[in-house]
């Protein structure tokens, strides 16, 4: 299952996460802190595309989206240069602000217009993407902000080889999200990324090397105790990854279909019970301020794994395993415009193989001596649990909550985790694609987006 591949790889890669904070709608992971399942996703087209998309075929002249408390429309200007050269301009309202400040006098229309000579209700970004080849795109971008007088450029370019996939991307400054959900901006941030196709089962590989640039700081001036995640700290850092996975049908139904009704989605058209799982190693070192801390290292949980730190020299080495294993149960052929599907995804990860092991051991020798087990030694072997459901209301609309699960032993508390609530609009005569408003109680965020090939 892509997402499956796509959590894992957070433990250690940069992934981007759907976010209305920037223009762009994303941000990346910081190392070392996966995304939410709801919000890690895999083929997207470019955010000005998503919105030019529904702009043109879903009757949307503006596509709303929320952030603590800012409530901000938008609408893109598309630019077909050629049909290798697209362009687009996007702009965005605040739209809050402005009714803000027509509360603070008479309501009147030479003040209306005079609140939206406001620069800071705006912001603008162009974009602009060029098709050298089929193999081969370029993406540059440039998005001002009006409330602050700040300005964010992006350029990527990506090459698809016959087996593998290669990113090259700058950013200055890149915008990051960390487990608490605080976002960090760091001055100049660079990756070049090579990763093998995914496949459904088999052996897979991923290498990166990232540079970071200037000190981070806290997003727009947020105001809070966190510390700057190591991570983002200035230096050169070099990851690389080697899994296997394996997806078993445990019950796959053989009914047939209704006859001349397509699917609302093909990727949810077959009742089944199934179970995946991949296991993997991964190493990483690091040269400068960020090796002070490792994803292996130091994971939120305590994670172990070998690992070696050279002070002198600021550089560290780490390396350990990983695992997860997913289930998945599927009623329905998402054909009927009622009662026709029902979907239930859960997955257990195990981010630091070292620390279940030593875990798991000390639990054999409680075991064979007779011992009571303690608390911490039972957490260490307690996986990171995620679960998904998935309901149809009516026709192409279901309802779909993703969330992580915290189990705390010590405090005997289990509670949901980065809960994200969905309602899921499926393109039938895409065969996989649908629109997604959703929204993140923890961040207080919504948004609209367009996704592709997700199951």
């Known amino acids: 299952m892509k997402k ?11 992934l981007d996460q759907s976010t209305p904070k920037s223009l762009e ?44 408390g800012t409530l ?7 630019l077909q240069f050629s049909g290798d050269w697209f362009a687009t301009l996007l702009g965005q309202f605040n739209v809050l602000e402005f009714v803000s400040s027509l509360k603070q006098g008479e309501l009147s229309k030479s003040r209306c217009l005079h609140a ?22 370029l993406l540059l971008s440039y ?20 087996n593998h996939n290669f990113t090259l991307e700058a950013l200055w400054p890149g915008l990051f999200v960390d487990k608490c959900g605080n976002y960090w901006d760091v001055p100049f941030s660079m990756a070049a990324d090579l990763a093998s196709v995914a496949s459904d089962s088999g052996p897979s590989y991923h290498l990166t090397m990232h540079h970071n640039s200037g000190l981070p700081t806290q ?31 445990i019950w796959r139904s053989k009914a047939q279909k209704l006859k001349m009704v397509q699917p609302y ?15 993997g190693a991964a190493m990483s070192a690091s040269i400068g301020d960020n090796s002070v801390r490792s994803p292996v290292e130091n994971d939120s949980d305590g994670s172990t794994g070998f690992h070696l730190h050279a002070a002198d020299i600021k550089s560290s080495f780490s390396a350990d395993i990983f695992g997860s294993v997913a289930f998945t149960a599927q009623h329905g052929n998402f054909q009927r415009l009622f009662s026709d599907l029902t979907r239930f995804h859960a997955r257990l990860d195990f981010p630091s193989g070292s620390k279940f092991l030593s875990g798991a051991t000390r639990l054999a020798q409680d ?27 009516a026709g192409p609309f279901s309802f779909r909550v993703d969330s992580g699960v915290v189990i705390d032993l010590k405090n005997r508390d289990i509670r949901a985790h980065d809960s994200v609530f969905a309602i899921e609009y499926a393109l039938q005569v895409l065969g996989s694609a649908k629109a997604v408003a959703w929204y993140a109680p923890k961040h207080q965020e919504f948004m609209i987006e367009l996704r592709f090939f997700e199951s």
Request: glycine residues 6%.
């Open 4 to 14: 499956l591949r796509w959590a894992m790889e957070g433990e250690f890669w940069e």
């Open 367 to 393: 075991y064979f001596n007779s011992q009571q087990p303690s608390l911490e030694t039972v957490q260490a072997v307690c996986p990171k649990v995620f679960f998904s459901v998935q309901q149809q209301i």
């Open 143 to 162: 998005d001002s902000y009006g409330h602050n007088n700040t300005s964010r450029k992006k350029a990527v370019f990506r090459h698809k080889f016959p």
């Open 265 to 279: 989605d093909i990727f949810l058209s077959s009742p089944h019970v199934s179970a995946s799982g991949i296991i």
């Open 72 to 78: 901000q429309l938008q609408r893109v200007l598309p």
């Open 25 to 68: 709608g994303s941000a990346r992971a910081v190392p070392g802190n996966p995304n939410p399942l709801g919000i890690s996703r895999g083929t997207r087209l470019s955010r000005p595309k998503q919105i030019d998309f529904m702009q043109r075929f879903m009757a949307t002249p503006f596509l709303p989206s929320f952030s603590a």
């Open 219 to 249: 997003f727009e001036g947020d105001e809070n105790s966190s510390a700057v995640p190591a991570s983002l700290l200035p230096g050169f850092s070099l990851k690389n990854a080697v899994a296997y996975k394996k997806n078993v049908d």
């Open 116 to 137: 939206l000579r406001d620069k800071s209700l705006y912001a603008l970004g162009f974009c602009s993407e060029l098709l050298f080849t089929d193999d081969d795109t």
